[in-house]
């Protein structure tokens, strides 16, 4: 299993950047998808989940900024990032979930560093 993460970087405060997380080696479209974020000296923390029927959710801190979605025939599931903020900067990463005889499979991704600068 495979989940590999790209598209972060350095980017001004009010830009935009939109990450990727391709997955192999699991059947992706039965997945819940999610990105998580880790901010240097903080917990990680549930940015954004879309299901395998395409129900989003958020937390507040990024609604209406982000948008999460996914693209079954090429395994992938993105991040659209928008108006970013420096508190937004932290090491992305995306995530697998699903339920297989009543416990969670969860696969992580290596993680994307996006840095928004002041």
């Known amino acids: 299993v495979q989940l590999q993460a790209s598209g972060g970087g350095l980017v001004q405060a009010g830009g935009s950047l939109r990450l990727s997380c391709a997955a192999s080696?699991?059947?992706?479209?039965?997945?819940?998808m999610s990105w998580y974020r880790q901010a240097p000296g903080k917990q990680r923390e549930l940015v954004a989940s879309?299901?395998?029927?395409?129900?989003?959710d958020y937390i507040d801190s990024v609604k209406g900024r982000f948008t999460i979605s996914r693209d079954n025939a090429k395994n992938t599931v993105y991040l659209q990032m928008s108006s970013l903020k420096p508190e937004d900067t932290a090491v992305y990463y995306c995530?697998?979930?699903?339920?297989?005889?009543?416990?969670?499979?969860?696969?992580w991704g290596q993680g994307t560093l996006v840095t928004v600068s002041s």
């Open positions: 879309i299901t395998s029927g395409g129900t989003a």
């Open positions: 080696g699991i059947i992706f479209s039965i997945n819940t």
């Open positions: 995530n697998s979930k699903r339920a297989v005889l009543g416990r969670s499979q969860i696969y």
